[in-house]
């Protein structure tokens, strides 16, 4: 009993230093987006906002609530974010889905060259952006796709792929094979029983790499910048430095924009958060 | 559109298969054929025909400034060994290398032990941990270097409040200070990616296996080691090379915190100005492919022995 | 052409990239009048924009991006062989460079010579003798003070010589308006390698002399002058020695928050935020002077912007008119009144002075008259590797990690290897 709580007192501790850690930082730009643009280099510093003003939101979300100010930041960050959306969201469904099935082939089936090609593409993960930019540059130019969404979205799927087939085939080869082997015995074929057993046992790995790919390419910053050059696809981390300009650096409001780009994700883990908790522990429990 | 056209052509393949072997063998292969098609086809399109054009290129002197693109051989790679420079940028990389791998992994699997052994909120507690990971890059870098800025910054605000430090301190003119100020800038932003990878894999221990072995008396760092260690061993060895790539990728954090300081500059910072401020591509480009010659080696180097020890435990 | 083996073999191989992509995708439609312009910041507004399409039936596609990721952007995009835009962002600082790549349209004959004729700062833009980019941003280095902190001072008018800005410094600082009277970047950046070129300037230097050597490596010269006077301000606390890890930004906010007296590297353009009451404590008494020299005539040097159109577009006629129309006097103008983009054309300025629409008009319009050429041929090639030099040297003088003698030896060394390549 005594060790319970004890551990259940280590355990909030822990929980605690976690949120300071992850959330100090965040705490600040919070604080620099609710100051006014002069309390913002204050020495000594404030740790509060000495006058709390919503400006900087204003100025990025105004226009929906039917108050537009005049400089109509709103509605390139209104586009923004729904480009940003549209390239994660795509990326990650796909990047996903195409992980499973091809993170199945390379545990379960066997066909020549498995191994050299998974290898192969793992291996992928060690290639830097800048050294494949101007080939694929070129590529994307010949093929009519740089900005467009399709084309920015593969390039997201052959950047996390790896990591989502890497991760799934860790996921698979954990699986035990009695439950295959028992499907495959009542008669069912590989594709049924990849898609209706084995899938659903592997949630949490699928879970996890959807967040994955999802956080990746939210964050993805040099390949929109090149790739995404108009306001048909330039997602937030292109647009929010532009809040910088060579006179005047706009600290509440990139502060502000941060703050908002970082609510889309969280509200997808804590979605995703049940399926990434329970999925697998109801399965092998049985 | 992949989806559906893998379901299509398996479909196809599938109803086809050469009956005069053992029929499992032979679907397995035609199916495993058809998914793994795509892929490649992806792979080779976007990553594998870029990286050997700028292989080849590296090969040649590329440099637009200069007429001609003539076969040089080795050239970009032999002056590399030789330019004080380049030896700087690495020898900062290593720094960030070991320094950020190792946070990464110790904080990233705590962070996914809190998670999994929670019993309420753990929803809230996992939303708030990857909220460093979902600020944009170049936000990201802003508000840490207003948190390092000596005057008007959180950190020597804080230190001079609670009586840590009795004057402002310019954090970034000190090597040893700036490569670690850098390296925490990437891993709070980081280490999220690891806690959930560790965390989806802690998620598949059932925990029969752990209640067997407090039956058996062993303590909780005992079945951490026996159990936990070996059984998360792939996902282990998934967010030591992430932490690895990423760390040899550093560029952003550097770049926004000290600019173009040698101190602080990485590898990437090196071949960002050879390539891009001062136009000798192909000498940026060798440094490049090396980058990824020696991430993969490095990584490749530990999933191996990971994969050794904890297959004997 | 110089570049036809290895072009098809990329091609070939983009080619056969293109065919191993699984997807079909609709190749998007190319207008007949249609022009895309790549810019910095808000680029053009869309009064403008749409006054040009009503004007020439020419509709405007605008991108923006961020002035740190801009470079990187229209690199790329010339390194593989493609145009950006069909109107680019062409930087002072880039002409030699992207001269020597042969990535840019010579312009001379096809834009009105009367335009021409009004904008000074021309000559930057030329490369092999042809010009390559028509100036639309004035910017050039001058002084910004705080004229509250000098009036306590007891100091009557801005400084015109070195010995009158250190006595006003030390006047500051003695009477404790503020502890650190002088900004100034230091960090390793281009901002700190423009303000040692311009306290160079300050001190009567150049940086190269008639032959393209180094002028700034002997004891009497002006940039070694430059870097003693670093050094010693921050050794007297003239400089506030955080400055090591600032860029422009920062040394604003300091003013901004009334921390320092002077910006010594300033340039027009941040005006008007200084005496914004909302964005500023300083507001109201922020005022532009020319740089200080030991002479008492000042001199600076420009870092103007400039509109370029690639070799590679294939829409030169229509970016030409777009140009033209742009560099029209009442569009500057406009520009200015909008935007706060400070007109190229002499004849802008002076109507906006005039008018008494230009802030710290007066200073400004003495300074632009004493815009000199920092490379007298141009900028060239090597600029930024040299520029990335002076800036790592200068930040070593200033952490104390290198001597003035040191210093000044490194970069000539740099700017002789950055010249052999």
Known sequence: MVSFILRGTGQRLAALLLLIWSLGPVYWALATSLMKPRDIATSPINFFPPEITFEHYRKLLGGLIGLPDETGIWYDFLRALINSLVLAGG?????TAIAALAAYAAVRLRFPGRNLVFYMIVATLAVPGYTVLI???????????????????????????????????????????????????????????????????????????????????????????????????????????????????????????????????????????????????????? | MSNNEVVMTIMATGDAPRRNWRQLVSSDASLGIALALPVIALMAAFVFVPVLITAWDSFHRVSPMMPGEPFVGFKNYVTMFSDPNVRNAWWNTWFYVVLAVSMQLALGLG??????????????????????????????????SWIYNPHYGLLNGLLLKFGLIDQARVWMNDQGTALVLVTLVHVWRMMPLNAVILLAALQTIPRELYEAAEVDGASRFRSLRMITLPLISGALGIALTQSTITAFN?????????????????????????????????????????VMLVSIVVSAFYIRRIYRETRFD | MKKIIPGARRRALSTAAAALSVALFALPAVAADKITVLLPGRGYTPEILQSFEKDTGIHVDQQTLAWDQLHTRIITALVAGTSPADVIELDWSWVGQFGAAGWLEPLDGKLEQAALDQVSVLPIFKFGGKVVGAPYNNDFKM???????????????????????????????????????????????????????????????????????????????????????????????????????????????????????????????????????????????????????????TVTYGLPEALAIPSASDNKENALKFISYVLKKDIQELYYQQEGNLPTRQDALAALNGEGKLESGDAIVEQVASVQPLFAEGTPAW???????????????ATGQSTVEAAVEAIATAAKSAKDE
């Open chain 1, 91 to 95: 990326a990650t469904v796909l990047t």
């Open chain 2, 250 to 290: 550093i560029f952003d954090e550097a770049w926004i915190l000290a600019k173009a300081s040698a101190i602080t500059r990485p590898i990437q910072g090196q071949i960002y100005m050879t390539a891009f401020q001062d136009l000798k591509f192909s000498y940026g480009m060798a440094m490049s492919i090396t």
């Open chain 3, 383 to 397: 600029y930024p590797p040299f520029s990335n030099a002076a800036a790592s040297a200068v930040n070593a003088v």
């Open chain 3, 143 to 297: 002084m910004v003070v705080n004229a509250d902190h000098l009036k306590k001072a007891g100091i009557d008018k801005a400084p015109r010589t070195v010995d009158e800005l250190l006595a006003a410094g030390k006047a500051i600082k003695e009477k404790g308006i503020s502890k650190y009277p002088f900004g100034l970047p230091l960090s390793v950046g281009e901002a700190t390698s423009t303000a040692w070129y311009l306290v160079t300037m300050m001190y009567g230097g150049t940086l190269f002399d008639a032959n393209g050597e180094p002028a700034f490596t002997d004891a009497s010269s002006g940039g070694y002058k430059a870097l003693a006077f670093i050094k010693q301000a921050i050794d007297d606390g003239l400089i506030d020695p955080a400055s090591t890890a600032y860029g422009n930004p920062e040394v604003r906010e300091a003013f901004k928050a009334g921390d320092v007296s002077f910006i010594l590297s300033d340039g027009p353009g941040p005006l008007a935020t200084y005496n914004d009451k909302e964005k500023s404590r300083v507001a109201g008494n922020s005022v532009g002077a020319v740089v200080p020299n030991v002479s008492g005539k």
């Open chain 2, 111 to 144: 962070t996914a032990l809190l998670l999994n052994g929670m019993r309420s909120g753990r929803r809230w507690l996992l939303a708030a941990v990857i909220l460093p990971w979902a600020l944009p890059p170049v936000v990201n870098a802003m508000v840490w």
């Open chain 1, 135 to 286: 080939p694929l540059y070129r590529m994307m130019v010949s093929l009519g796709l740089v900005d467009t969404y399709s084309g920015i979205i593969l390039i997201y799927i052959s950047a996390y792929l790896p990591l989502a087939m890497w991760l799934m085939r860790s996921v698979y080869e954990s699986l035990p094979l009695s439950i295959e082997e028992a499907a495959y015995l009542d008669g069912a074929g590989r594709l049924y029983t990849m898609i209706r057993i084995v899938i659903p046992l592997a949630t949490p790995g699928l879970i996890a790499a959807a967040i994955l790919t999802f956080l990746g390419a939210w964050g993805q910053f040099s390949v929109p910048l090149v790739f995404a050059p108009t306001a048909a696809t330039k997602p937030l981390t292109v647009l929010i430095p532009e809040f910088a300009t060579k006179n005047y650096v706009d600290y509440g409001l990139i502060n502000a924009a941060g703050i908002l780009a970082m609510i889309p994700p969280a509200l997808v883990v804590m979605f995703l958060n049940r399926f990434l908790l329970n999925g697998l522990m109801a399965g092998a429990g049985k």
